[in-house]
């Protein structure tokens, strides 16, 4: 019906902007002097195609293919055609005013400008006539040979009495009681008062012209591409050694898939690619067709690496000791293997200058371990802390002590840090209730200042305390309560927290 009334499908290569082709309509003044049956829109303005998506274009399911060579919709079931899976209606369009466009003219035209004359005056070339028995639809005056007859069966239902009218125009004429405005009768024969095959031209109808509107035709977003796999944090034998880009249904006669990778340029899309831990990658479906498409929205993934262990030993010593004014303290950091922190006055003082060696001095002592095939996010032993709960005198016992230690990894990079373990410490009264009279130890800071990082993750060294003896002493949270007069040992405990 379109291309019988003057319009052109030249140039339409896919189903969008056939589409679009037949949501446009005749001028106002070109409408008024076509004699034809179609000045409007020749569908739904909201009319949009949806494309097979790569699933469906792989598969057998019957897809609409536009054949741009017979300007017609053909079925295939063929794997790897590009096609429409469904027609829908797109509310969003509503409002969109979709242009006026030129279409061929009949010779034959109203006369719009003089009032008394039916036809326009003028001097017009004969048409090139259509055969109504083998229409080619590819003449530029669309106009069947009135001298050659239709096919057998071609009539519907219709009985002609007197006069057959082609093309002729009936303004406020009655025929059997109702009265025809404006009306074009095509092709129809007209018996008594019934006429068959008669349209009206010039009415108005759904998606009729808006007088003075012309908008270019409204552009189809393209697709978000899918990369796979998604983002995110992988273990060391998980990690994506590929990543593929899929353009989700793009037409690949419109739109151009391309990635980039942390931010560079962007390259064309010709297969899967490999990635480092920390990279970024974007993709999008470019238009290579502005006045189809627009360009599509952004795929962006980042994919991280953990490392897959760490091994390491430190180099331990205490330092900092601090207490009131009559702290005692002693350091033994000689043997890297073992270090021992000593405090408190064991002697009791009698008076006169006198004292009574009575007591038992407070200690503390580290001892260190080799750590390997440590994986991240995991507990591991960094060595022991065993502590006596002695018994001193005269407020000379360390309230706060560091222990220092040099970390040196060897896995997964080579680097040497510090990292200060802060403790505190209660001296309690000693009294019948054995937890009341437990000295306290608590770690200051568990969550250390110590952090590796390599391939775009950070991972931080974090300690905890786990007694090994409830018998001598107990962990609750960061504290170790150790029974008077008891040694008590706790495991330091690390993990290599990652921030992915």
Do not use: C
């Amino acid at each position: 019906m379109y291309l019988a009334n003057g319009g052109s499908l030249d140039g339409a290569s896919s189903p969008a902007l056939v589409i679009a082709k037949l949501k446009t309509i005749r001028s106002d003044a070109d409408a008024k002097k076509q004699v034809g049956v179609t000045t409007g829109r020749s569908l739904d303005i909201r009319l949009v195609p949806r494309m097979t998506n790569e699933r469906e274009r792989l598969s057998n399911s019957p897809r609409a293919v536009w054949n741009s060579s017979t300007k017609r919709f053909e079925i295939s079931t063929d794997a790897g055609d590009l096609g429409v899976m469904d027609f829908v209606l797109d509310d969003s369009l509503t409002t969109v005013n979709f242009p006026t466009e030129s279409r061929t003219r009949t010779a034959l035209q109203y006369n719009d400008t003089d009032g008394g004359w039916v036809w326009a005056p003028g001097t017009h070339t004969s048409p090139t006539l259509l055969s109504p028995l083998n229409p080619t639809l590819a003449l530029n005056e669309n106009v069947f040979d009135p001298t050659v007859a239709p096919p057998a069966g071609t009539t519907s239902g219709s009985t002609t009495s007197g006069s057959t009218t082609s093309g002729s125009t009936t303004s406020g004429s009655t025929t059997s009681g109702s009265t025809t405005s404006g009306s074009t009768t095509s092709g129809s024969t007209t018996s008594g008062s019934t006429t068959s095959g008669s349209t009206t031209s010039g009415s108005t109808t759904s998606g009729s012209t808006t007088s003075g509107s012309t908008t270019g035709t409204p552009v189809t977003t393209l697709p978000k591409p899918i990369n796979t796999p998604s983002g995110g944090t992988f273990t060391a034998g998980a990690f994506p050694t590929t990543i593929t880009i899929n353009s989700n249904g793009a037409p690949g006669s419109g739109s151009q898939l391309r990635y980039r990778i942390n931010g560079g340029s962007w390259i064309n899309y010709t297969g899967g690619f490999t990635i480092n831990s920390g990279d970024k990658v974007e993709s999008r479906n470019f238009t290579t067709d502005a006045v189809l498409y627009a360009d599509s929205s952004i795929d962006s993934d980042t994919y991280y690496k953990l490392v897959a262990s760490f091994a390491g030993q430190t180099t331990p010593s205490w330092i900092n000791g601090a207490g009131g004014p009559a702290l005692v303290t002693n350091y033994n950091n000689s043997n890297p293997d073992s270090v021992t922190f000593s405090h408190g006055d064991t002697r009791l003082d009698l008076g006169n200058g006198e004292y009574l060696d009575a007591g038992v001095e407070n200690t503390m002592t580290f001892n260190r371990e080799q750590f390997s095939g440590v994986v991240p996010n995991t507990d591991f032993t960094l060595g022991t802390l065993v502590i006596l709960n002695g018994t001193t005198f005269n407020d000379s016992e360390a309230t706060s002590v560091t222990l220092k230690m040099v970390l040196n990894l060897t896995q997964p990079v080579t680097q040497s840090g510090t990292v200060n373990v802060n403790f505190t410490m209660v001296s309690t009264p000693n009294t019948s209730d054995r937890l009341a009279s437990a000295d306290t130890v608590t770690v200051s800071n568990p969550t250390t200042s110590y952090t590796v990082t390599t391939g775009g993750v950070t991972y931080t060294l974090q300690l905890k305390l786990v007694s090994q003896d409830t018998n001598s002493g107990l962990v609750n949270g960061n504290t170790f309560y150790i029974y008077e007069g008891a040694s008590a040992t706790a495991t330091v405990v690390g993990q290599f927290k990652s921030n992915r």
